[in-house]
């Protein structure tokens, strides 16, 4: 069964633990959908990875590419 998983687009985030935000940290998240053409698709909000200064997640951001790949 293929699974295509697609990224559309990061952003940069306040981290935050169960709700609260966590001070001077940023997390990065991407926008993924899925969709394996048998009824199972969706979409969501991914945590990638924290950072100590938004300057950090902006780098990390700029440096990567948005993928479109079926598993």
């Given at each position: 069964?293929?699974?295509?998983?697609?990224?559309?687009?990061?952003?940069?985030?306040?981290a935050?633990?169960?709700?609260?935000?966590?001070?001077?940290?940023?997390?990065?998240?991407?926008?993924?959908?899925?969709?394996?053409?048998?009824?199972y698709?969706?979409?969501?909000?991914?945590?990638?990875?924290?950072f100590?200064?938004?300057?950090?997640?902006?780098?990390?951001?700029?440096?990567?590419?948005?993928?479109?790949?079926i598993?």
């Open positions: 069964m293929e699974q295509r998983i697609t990224d559309k687009e990061f952003k940069i985030v306040e935050s633990f169960k709700g609260y935000p966590i001070k001077d940290q940023w997390m990065v998240k991407v926008h993924r959908t899925w969709d394996d053409g048998e009824g698709s969706g979409e969501a909000w991914r945590d990638v990875q924290i100590d200064t938004k300057s950090e997640a902006e780098k990390f951001v700029n440096s990567q590419t948005l993928i479109d790949t598993v």
